[in-house]
């Protein structure tokens, strides 16, 4: 019987702010990354797929990835503050 390998997780700080007619959300220790969504839920599932492919794009590109921080001070108000994981299939 092989177990598989356990698979590493990063957990990163998302800010949500309120926008029009939706919901806009990013990810301070990923420049770029962002999303939108009509609800929390829709927002967490966006923010996760937009997190992978960043993390993916960067890998493609050599770019360092730094781990996630867990302190940011906030240039604007943030209506939600989550924390969302994600799998780390760097292999690092």
Known sequence: MSIAPATKTKTYIV?????????????????GCVTTGETIAEIEKNIKEAIAGHLEVMREYGDPISEPSYIHKLDSPANIILQVSIADSSGY
């Open 15 to 31: 800010i949500v702010e309120q926008a029009n007619n939706n919901l806009s959300a990013y990810v301070p220790d990923l420049l």
